[in-house]
């Protein structure tokens, strides 16, 4: 392997692992609090995705535009992704989760019932162009809804430039905006959880619901806060993705839900922090397993890794909890 190489699967490797670890944040702020897996947080993702793409449509995004109304584009796309998930999520702990909780529903029922939302909201997206012809709206909506199970492109108006070169391998500004962009909303993330009114909320119920309430927290409300959260970050990490990918589909969640899932399960389930590394750790063994092995090798690395961190430290590489988080 050259120096050239290394580095382009190490830098590549960090861009893929900085979306994995921002879209497992989802996974970990519910099982932090709830002690349970949302599996409907993949479809959280892709409506996300959906909004971005939808969003550029409609405002004539295009490829080659100036920096500054790109730039803007981008931001609009990014709080609609966001807004879109944070409703979906909101959505799912709704139907899927709060009369199950009110019931004192066993943890299996509540698994289902989050496979079934999943389900639920991809075929909902994946038929968009019958739904929209049973309402009279195919035509209006055309380019929105028509191929609604074929790919659906993302236009990235900001074009993607070589900003200096590493042995031969040149890196592009839109790797070091996914990759920057993804850090940081990930440590502003983990800070608001550790120094805010609302963080201390969520970590008071992670660790003991029942002293959190003779506190006066209210149990509902940070329950609500934490699927909202993890919708906020699955739609930003929506469209860094398809910056970096460039394309959507609606049952993308499908397989890039599960690797979120192992990034959480790698840094430890339920440790915000975890989540990022687990992330990045991840996106390189993807990388480099597919070079030593191939690229249809990349999916068996990275499960056979998550198999060795379950046999060997269950906890995951970090360990704590989301209640046991310090500010």
């Given at each position: 392997m050259s120096l050239e190489t290394f580095i382009d699967l190490t830098f590549t490797g960090l861009v893929v692992g900085a979306i994995y670890g921002l879209f497992a944040l989802g996974y970990t702020l519910v099982y932090g609090v709830l002690r349970l897996i949302n599996f409907a947080h993949s479809e959280v993702f892709m409506w996300g995705s959906f909004a971005a793409v939808w969003v550029m449509m409609l405002l004539g995004g295009r490829t080659g535009m100036g920096v500054l109304p790109a730039i803007g584009l981008l931001l609009v796309a990014l709080v609609a992704a966001m807004l879109v998930s944070g409703g979906v999520a909101l959505v799912v702990e709704r139907l899927a989760y709060r009369r199950l909780r009110a019931k004192n529903a066993p943890p299996l029922v509540a698994l289902?019932?989050?496979?079934?939302?999943?389900?639920?909201?991809?075929?909902?997206?994946?038929?968009?162009?019958?739904?929209?012809?049973?309402v009279g709206l195919r035509e209006p909506l055309a380019p929105y809804v028509e191929k609604?199970?074929?790919?659906?492109?993302?236009?990235?108006?900001?074009?993607?430039?070589?900003?200096?070169?590493?042995?031969?391998?040149?890196?592009?500004?839109?790797?070091?905006?996914?990759?920057?962009?993804?850090?940081?909303?990930?440590?502003?993330?983990?800070?608001?959880?550790?120094?805010?009114?609302?963080?201390?909320?969520?970590?008071?119920?992670?660790?003991?619901?029942?002293?959190?309430?003779?506190?006066?927290?209210?149990?509902?409300?940070?329950?609500?806060?934490?699927?909202?959260?993890?919708?906020?970050?699955?739609?930003?990490a929506a469209v860094l993705y398809l910056m970096h990918i460039g394309v959507t589909k609606f049952n993308v969640g499908f397989i890039l839900g599960i690797k979120a899932f192992t990034a959480a399960v790698l840094g430890g389930i339920g440790n915000i922090r975890g989540a990022l590394l687990g992330g990045l750790v991840l996106g390189l063994a993807e990388n480099y397993g597919s070079?030593?092995?191939?690229?249809?090798?990349?999916?068996?690395?990275?499960?056979?890794?998550?198999?060795?961190?379950?046999?060997?430290?269950?906890t995951g590489i970090l360990g704590e909890s989301l209640g046991k988080a310090r500010a």
């Open positions: 289902i019932s989050a496979i079934g939302m999943s389900f639920v909201l991809s075929e909902v997206m994946g038929l968009r162009d019958r739904i929209a012809g049973w609604a199970r074929e790919n659906v492109s993302f236009v990235n108006p900001l074009q993607s430039v070589t900003l200096f070169s590493i042995s031969g391998f040149q890196v592009r500004s839109t790797q070091v905006i996914v990759l920057v962009a993804a850090i940081v909303m990930m440590v502003g993330l983990d800070q608001f959880v550790r120094r805010s009114r609302l963080g201390r909320g969520v970590r008071a119920v992670s660790q003991d619901p029942e002293a959190a309430a003779l506190m006066g927290v209210d149990k509902n409300r940070v329950i609500q806060l934490t699927f909202l959260l993890g919708g906020l970050m699955a739609g930003a070079n030593i092995f191939g690229s249809n090798w990349k999916d068996v690395v990275s499960f056979l890794l998550l198999v060795l961190v379950l046999l060997f430290r269950p």
